[in-house]
C-alpha cells in the first residue's frame, strides 16, 4: 500500500509492547481490545475490516522534560468529553471508553493538543466510508491544536496516526 493510500505522513505500523518513540499511542478496538503501541507518524487501529476504535491511550516520551500533550475524545451518541486528559513527560493518557467499561461509544474524532515547544504536529484519521482525513491545526494559546476524525457525522474512526 502507498503512503498516500496510508494518509500523507503515515508509516506501517510496527508493533510493539512498549511505548518507546517520542508520541507513542495505542487503539482499543471493537471486537480485539487494546492493541500494540505505535509511535511517531505508525498507523494504529485496523485497515480494511470495519472496527472502530473504542479508546485511545497516547503516551509521552519526550527529552524536554516539560513538555506535554493533551486529549480529549468526541464520541457517538455522547459528543465531546468534559475535559482533556494531559500527559507530560513519561506518562501516558486514555480518551475514549473500553467496551470493557459497560459503554459502548465509538470514537468518531479526537482534539490533541501539543506544547509548542517541539515544533508542529501533524495527524490524520481513517474515517468510515470516507477515507482518510487530514486534521486541521490552529493554535490557541501555547499550544499547537490538532482534530482528527469527524463530527456530528455519526462515522467512527477506524485508523489514525500523530507525530
Keep these: 500500500m502507498t503512503a498516500a493510500a496510508l494518509g500523507a505522513g503515515a508509516t506501517q505500523a510496527s508493533a510493539r509492547s512498549a511505548p518507546t518513540g517520542t508520541i507513542c499511542y495505542q487503539a482499543h478496538v471493537q471486537d480485539i481490545g487494546w492493541m500494540e503501541w505505535n509511535c511517531d507518524g505508525e498507523w494504529a487501529?485496523?485497515?480494511?475490516?470495519?472496527?472502530?476504535?473504542?479508546?485511545?491511550?497516547?503516551?509521552?516520551?519526550s527529552a524536554v522534560e516539560t513538555f506535554k500533550v493533551c486529549a480529549k475524545a468526541h464520541r457517538s451518541?455522547?459528543?465531546?468529553?468534559?475535559?482533556?486528559?494531559?500527559?507530560?513527560?513519561?506518562?501516558?493518557?486514555?480518551?475514549?471508553?473500553?467496551?470493557?467499561?459497560?459503554?459502548?461509544?465509538?470514537?468518531?474524532?479526537?482534539?490533541?493538543?501539543?506544547?509548542?515547544?517541539?515544533?508542529?504536529?501533524?495527524?490524520?484519521?481513517?474515517?468510515?466510508?470516507?477515507?482518510?482525513l487530514p486534521g486541521?491545526?490552529?493554535?490557541?494559546?501555547?499550544?499547537?491544536?490538532?482534530?482528527?476524525?469527524?463530527t456530528g457525522?455519526?462515522?467512527?474512526m477506524e485508523t489514525f496516526w500523530i507525530k
Design 136 to 150: 486541521p491545526s490552529y493554535f490557541v494559546n501555547n499550544w499547537r491544536v490538532m482534530e482528527i476524525g469527524t
Design 45 to 61: 487501529g485496523t485497515r480494511g475490516r470495519a472496527l472502530n476504535i473504542e479508546a485511545v491511550r497516547i503516551h509521552v516520551n
Design 77 to 132: 451518541n455522547y459528543g465531546w468529553d468534559d475535559h482533556y486528559e494531559c500527559a507530560s513527560n513519561n506518562h501516558e493518557i486514555q480518551i475514549g471508553t473500553t467496551g470493557t467499561t459497560g459503554y459502548y461509544n465509538p470514537m468518531e474524532a479526537m482534539r490533541v493538543y501539543f506544547d509548542t515547544s517541539r515544533g508542529e504536529p501533524d495527524g490524520n484519521a481513517y474515517v468510515r466510508n470516507i477515507g482518510w
Design 153 to 156: 457525522r455519526g462515522l467512527p
